[in-house]
């Protein structure tokens, strides 16, 4: 990887040999493969045994886990919150595994859209839950930095599964109590 990092260097018509950039295609690719580590992880080896009997069956919610992501189409860095809450049915999960998983989807080339979603399935599918709901409220550099330039805008989405979408009256204490 350092070598394509030292080729982009050149592509932009700097040396990579000026005494700044003597280093940065190493420090960039050790960055990227931080900033990519979840594709070397999986839910089995995060969740490690760390899901628990529980007759709780009253919503769990973690809010505010903070993310750092690189959009899959320009690889630029987009970050900000993920408000995670699930209803148990039998089963809790490790408060911070929620946050792991979390990570793991993160740390990789994504969309909004498609992070959230992995984040619900994935916890809905470890917990076997009565339903789950994900919001993720974040920046993208690729709107601030590039095109249309605006600095102040924020992207909400969500994946509300189980009864966080059929039922309303969860949804909304869910939506209530992230706010």
Do not use: W
Request: hydrophobic share 40%.
């Amino acid at each position: 990887m350092d070598q394509y990092f030292r080729e982009l260097i050149e592509s932009i018509g700097e040396n990579p040999k000026r005494e700044g950039l003597l280093k940065t295609p190493q420090r960039a690719a050790q960055a990227f493969e931080f900033m990519t580590q979840g594709y070397k992880k999986n839910v089995d080896e995060i969740v490690n045994g760390a899901i628990f009997t529980s007759d709780n069956d009253e919503m769990v919610i973690v809010k505010d886990i903070e993310l750092y992501s690189l959009c899959e189409h320009h690889l630029l860095p987009f970050f900000g919150k993920a408000h995670v809450g699930y209803i148990p049915n039998g089963k809790i999960i490790g408060l911070s595994k929620i946050a792991r998983i979390v990570d793991m989807y993160a740390r990789r080339l994504q969309v909004q859209e498609n992070l959230t979603r992995q984040i619900a399935q994935t916890l809905m599918l470890a917990t076997g839950a009565l339903g789950v709901g994900v919001v993720i409220e974040a920046q993208h550099l690729c709107m601030m930095m590039r095109g249309v330039e605006k600095q102040n805008s924020v992207m909400k989405t969500s994946c509300l599964l189980g009864v966080f979408r059929k039922g309303e009256a969860t949804r909304k204490e869910f939506l209530t109590l992230i706010s």
